[in-house]
């Protein structure tokens, strides 16, 4: 607080000098300027040492781990491959890693379908738009977990699902749902969905209706404008989405745990139980590489599929 | 035809909100059910969960935790995040490729890598556990969220006027202060609600470092790993009253400040005539 205080005096005193030779001398102003730039630099400063310190030198450090076979500063120390080459060698990962990666790709798909009618409806068709947005968040209040408990419960074999199904006569016995690859894409897609709404909604709200009109003026069919123009327009908006969606899926382990069976172990069941039962943490360290390695190469991949690079590559703020 | 379409979006909508909130309606029907499952049919009224819910101390403990830590990394990661995003766009010009990747990478991971590494980064270090470190972590994804938030919401708004403030006689310090922080108040608002949202809903990465502190997901999960307890329904149910009067709050004093200024200004319009 000293430190502020001492930055801040010292600052008004450099100012009183230079107001007293601004008026007559643009060197001395062009100096205030970059003087007053370089102020702006420092303020990043605190953010980007907490980056470093906390994100990055972690990710160093699980980087050093997944190359060696033992804790960090133990004395039998040594580089190896072997924790990636387990990857490769059990067919058991491989398939745990194809296998994560459908699910995550299917939810996002059927998050995107689901989602852009909601979205296109609050953003375009209706005056409640603000108070339906907040109205959906407000179940996102509520730890995801309570909820995909109770699709636990919905989805069992005793549970309404089925009871509805059975008295309705459309099933004579009761679906086996729980424990299996679909219940948890079904909970991921309960989880997530909303998530996507909110950048949709934001995007295709931006998009000016003037232009849409103009694209019928000259003759384009609804359908044949909406594509061209809305959808094409709202693809930031997807992308954003996606983000919110892929990622957190790809890595999820509680909804695999809680509504899944053997079938359906994903990256993060095997990454929590290397740390926290298995204890293997050089393997766990290699794993959650390849996690993180997949999931930036998945984004870039899909970025570049709909030309969204420019997005975060040059971007004039 | 416009009609027949929007009816058609309108009943996708209804259904979609049913979807969303069927679960909801389920555990609140659930929290005053006597039975303990969730099967039907109900088996009478009954506040018993509700005054068990009061006398554990765990569950009090946890809400708490979960609040403290969701304030303080929500507000942590808005100083920083927002103070990232003043720097960036006024003085970053070398490298701003690099840079920017480099901060949108936590993004781009799940958080379940930023957990772990935490956990292994603290463990080898030997920070112990605990909430602490739980806070240090969630600050860690959130700054790259606010930062994304901001940058998306500050576009629009030219921030030269930080020069022109300080042509007119302020320092640094007062141009951000007073000059340049009203304007961009909205942007960091909604950082900052971000932010609380991301740490409040934050189950992964707590469930690494909390160690033998408890949090609001934390407990939800041991509850239900173990059995089903109804008491989970009561937090849920409160949850839910607690965001609706939260946002019935906002609107009021929204609705109360335009009016007083409309007032404000008329009065004032008034006296100069």
Known sequence: MKLAIVLIKFNNYIHNLIVIFTKSNINVILYYMSFISKYNKKIIYPALIWFIVFFIFPLFIIFIYSFATNYLFSKELHFTLKNFLL????????????????????????????????????????????????????????????????????????????????????????????????????????????????????????????????????????????????????????FAGTLLVFIPALGSFAIPAILGGTDSVMIGNIIENQFLHVGNWNFGSAFTLALAGLSIALILFYSKLFGLESIYKNREF | MQNRKNIFLTIYTI?????????????????????????????????????????????????????????????????????????????VKRHKTFLLTLLLLPVLMPSLTIGISSLVFFRTLNIPLGIPVVIISHVSISISYVFLIMMGRIEGIDLEIQEAALDLGANWFESLKDVVFPVILPAVLAGWLFSFMIS????????????????????????????????????????????????????ATQTIYKKLRVRTINHFGNINN
Do not use: C
């Open chain 1, 87 to 238: 990857i490769f060698q059990k067919k058991h990962y491989l398939i745990i890693l194809g296998r994560s990666i459908k699910i995550s790709v299917i939810t996002t798909i059927f998050s995107i379908f689901f989602s852009y009618p909601i979205a296109y409806f609050l953003a375009k068709k209706t005056k409640f738009d603000k108070i339906l947005i907040v109205t959906l968040m407000i179940p996102f209040w509520i730890n995801y977990l309570i909820r995909i408990f109770a699709w636990k419960l919905l989805l069992s074999e005793n549970g309404i699902l089925n009871q509805i199904l059975l008295s309705l006569n459309i099933i004579d016995k009761p679906l086996k749902v729980l424990y299996s690859q679909t219940a948890v894409i079904l909970g991921l897609i309960y989880t997530y969905t909303p998530m996507m709404v909110l950048p949709l909604y934001a995007t295709i709200s931006k998009i000016d209706n003037t232009l849409i009109e103009a694209a019928r003026d000259l003759g384009a069919s609804r359908v044949r404008a909406f594509f061209d123009i809305t959808f094409k327009l709202s693809l930031t908006g997807i």
């Open chain 2, 200 to 251: 409040w809903n934050e189950f992964i990465v707590t469930y690494f470092l909390i160690g033998p502190e408890l949090t609001l997901p934390i407990y939800i999960f041991s509850q239900l790993r173990f059995g089903i307890s109804p008491k989970v329904n009561v937090i849920s149910v409160f949850i839910t009253f607690f965001t609706i009067f939260i946002i019935l709050l906002i609107t």
């Open chain 2, 15 to 91: 259904i979609f909100y049913i979807y969303i909130f069927a679960p909801i309606f389920l555990i609140f029907i659930f929290a005053w059910n006597k039975a303990e499952g969730y099967n039907f049919p109900l088996q009478g009224f009954t506040w018993e969960w509700f005054t068990k819910f009061f006398q554990d101390m765990n569950a009090l403990k946890a809400i708490k935790n979960s609040i403290i830590i969701a304030l303080t990394s929500a507000t942590i990661s808005t100083l920083l995040g927002a103070s990232l995003t003043i720097g960036i766009i006024k003085s």
